[in-house]
T-cell receptor, first 114, second 111 residues
Framework: NAGVTQTPKFQVLKTGQSMTLQCAQD?????MYWYRQDPGMGLRLIYY???????DKGEVPNGYNVSRLNKREFSLRLESAAPSQTSVYFC?????????????FGPGTRLLVL | DAKTTQPTSMDCAEGRAANLPCNHS???????VYWYRQIHSQGPQYIIH???NNETNEMASLIITEDRKSSTLILPHATLRDTAVYYC????????????FGTGTRLTIIP
């Protein structure tokens, strides 16, 4: 049982390049989340998905798109990366569609945009 | 979700109990107190949560005051691996709103 996995672990992009961050969970959870964490700050929610086929904006959605590919996988896409998107990205999942329970986090993806 | 206030940093000697306070004076009746921690460069890790009764699990104990306006997370025998940033979060158990991570308390365990 791997929990929440994220790929890649590290990535360096040039301004304007695109990339997709992958997240998968093997706990049969319904809800999944994408957060970003900037140095010395708390996590901020980018997007979340209450169930397969649904997605909703969080606190800082601009510049990102998401896809809930199936129940296991929730990807985050940067269409045209900007230096302001340099951050650590964490994916999380929780059991029910209603949310509110414990969230389980992945190890993070460290992204540097030059 | 109610706002929380935590000290910026704390030290604790290895082997002693670490007591981390949290104020949440605007908590409402349907809101739980959650504690997470983040060890350097890792994803946040759930520790414990509670509504109004004290709770204990294999990691920690949570003491909530009777008026629910504050709580204390207790790590009974702190080890060096407990060095981390600890976040106190108050939220309802329904809805898909974000977990609001503030700046937390940076706990350093001293050998």
């Amino acid at each position: 049982n791997a929990g929440v996995t994220q790929t890649p672990k590290f990535q360096v992009l040039k301004t304007g390049q695109s990339m997709t961050l992958q997240c998968a969970q093997d706990m049969n959870h319904n809800s999944m989340y994408w957060y970003r964490q900037d140095p010395g700050m708390g996590l901020r929610l980018i997007y979340y998905s209450a169930s397969e086929g649904t997605t909703d904006k969080g606190e800082v959605p601009n510049g990102y798109n998401v896809s809930r590919l199936n129940k296991r996988e929730f990807s985050l896409r940067l269409e045209s990366a900007a230096p302001s998107q340099t951050s650590v990205y964490f994916c999380a999942s929780s059991p029910s569609e209603q949310g509110g329970e414990t969230q389980y986090f992945g190890p993070g993806t460290r992204l540097l945009v030059l | 979700d109610a706002k929380t206030t935590q000290p910026t940093s704390m030290d604790c000697a290895e082997g002693r109990a670490a007591n981390l306070p949290c104020n949440h004076s605007t908590i409402s009746g349907n809101e739980y107190v959650y504690w997470y921690r983040q060890i350097h460069s890792q994803g946040p890790q759930y520790i414990i949560h509670g509504l109004k009764n004290n709770e204990t699990n294999e990691m920690a104990s949570l003491i909530i005051t009777e008026d629910r306006k504050s709580s204390t997370l207790i790590l009974p025998h702190a080890t060096l691996r407990d060095t981390a940033v600890y976040y106190c979060i108050v939220r309802a158990t329904f809805g898909n709103e974000k977990l609001t991570f503030g700046t937390g308390t940076r706990l350093t365990i001293i050998p």
